[in-house]
């Protein structure tokens, strides 16, 4: 049974930092791609963050420079460091593994507002 389970969200004031942390399992980790997607209310899903199994990472235009993902393949984790959060960062973020099928975790919700 495939497993993705997302931790690290809640409320921050505009400037701060979270680190969103997804523990996979049920999946040979280090073979798939690993990537973040968000969703804001009332918008589609989009994505974030994506690193791929040698860990190459690319970046939405409006994140690049404050996100940094990155994954541990020894605890089949993936990461997402934001800094300097904006209030327009607020979103349900999801933790998405690509491979032959796609996988998703539950979200965590992330709150950026003073």
């Known amino acids: 049974q495939v497993q993705l389970v997302e931790s690290g969200g809640g409320w921050v004031q505009p400037g701060g930092s979270l680190r969103l942390s997804c523990a996979a399992s049920?999946?040979?980790?280090?073979?798939?791609?690993m990537a973040w997607y968000r969703q804001a209310p009332g918008k589609q899903r989009e994505s974030v963050a994506r690193?791929?199994?040698?860990?190459?990472?690319t970046y939405t235009d409006s994140v690049k420079g404050r996100f940094t993902i990155s994954r541990d393949n020894a605890k089949n984790m993936v990461y997402l460091q934001m800094n300097s959060l904006k209030p327009e960062d607020t979103a349900v973020y999801y933790c998405?593994?690509?491979?032959?099928?796609?996988?998703w975790g539950q979200g965590t919700q992330v709150t950026v507002s003073s």
């Open positions: 690193i791929t199994s040698t860990s190459s990472t």
């Open positions: 049920g999946i040979t980790f280090r073979a798939y791609a």
């Open positions: 998405n593994a690509q491979g032959g099928v796609n996988f």
